[in-house]
Each structure stands twice: as structure tokens, then as C-alpha cells.
């Protein structure tokens, strides 16, 4: 029986939002913007599925471990962010920004500057990764 071999990156996938995931050079898959975004442009909204503190050990060492996002930081709870939410890049100057909206359990990626049709869209990993980071 012949195995099955299955190239990731090698098709666009396009969501009704205008989004789409395409390869993103030496950094495997990434999000881009199907059409131009004005600065400070609502790109997506994307609902979340929380990780409580006690499941949060599971991840550890498990690929899933990074594609999830600090969520509610009283509880040390993480996110897996629906929609494209989980596969923006990081970068340390990113074009959009995220902020979390606890009680409604969403995630909203605005625009940090002018973005271009088909520019890669990144956001800022880490700690202080949401809205934190000013341009001047």
C-alpha cells in the first residue's frame, strides 16, 4: 500500500474573511491579508477554546504547546484561538496587535499600521505580546 504524503504549504487556503494561509518562507505556514487593512482595522475576531491551569501541564513537549496564547492570567489559563487566530507569525515588529476579551471568550487582531493585500500579517509573541508594544 502506497503511503500517503500530504505537502502542507503547497496550496492557499482561503476563508470567507479574506484571510488566507499560504507559505511563509523559512517559517512554514502564515496568515495574509487578502485585501488592504487601514491602521487600526478590525482583520478577525476569532473565539477561543480555554485551557484551565491543571490541563496546562499536558501541552508540555506537545506541538499544540505552540499555537496556544495566554489567556486569563488570574487563572494561568492558555487559549487555542480559533479562525486563523493560532497561526499568525511572530515578529518584532509586527502589523497587527491583539487584545483578549475575557467574558466573551474572543480574541480580536486589529491592524498596527497600514497593511497591503497579500502582506504577511505577524503579531508579537510573548509575555507583553498584546497591545503593549507602541508605534511612534
Given amino acids: 500500500m502506497d503511503s500517503l504524503v500530504i505537502e502542507p504549504y503547497s496550496q492557499k487556503i482561503t476563508g470567507s474573511s479574506g484571510l488566507y494561509v499560504a507559505d511563509a518562507g523559512p517559517k512554514g505556514r502564515g496568515v495574509f491579508a487578502g485585501r488592504a487593512f487601514r491602521k487600526g482595522e478590525v482583520i478577525e475576531k476569532c473565539p477561543i477554546i480555554p485551557w484551565e491551569a491543571p490541563e496546562l501541564y499536558r501541552l508540555s513537549g506537545h506541538l499544540l504547546e505552540r499555537y496556544v496564547f495566554l489567556w486569563d492570567r488570574r487563572k494561568k489559563s492558555l487559549a487555542v484561538v480559533l479562525g486563523y487566530g493560532s497561526l499568525y507569525n511572530h515578529s518584532f515588529e509586527p502589523n497587527c ?26 503579531i508579537h509573541y510573548g509575555p507583553s505580546a498584546e497591545s503593549f508594544h507602541k508605534i511612534p
Avoid at 97 to 122: C, D, G, M, W
Fill in 97 to 122: 496587535s491583539y487584545s483578549r476579551q475575557i467574558k466573551n471568550q474572543l480574541i480580536v487582531f486589529k491592524a498596527r499600521v497600514p497593511i497591503q493585500a497579500h502582506e504577511e500579517l505577524t
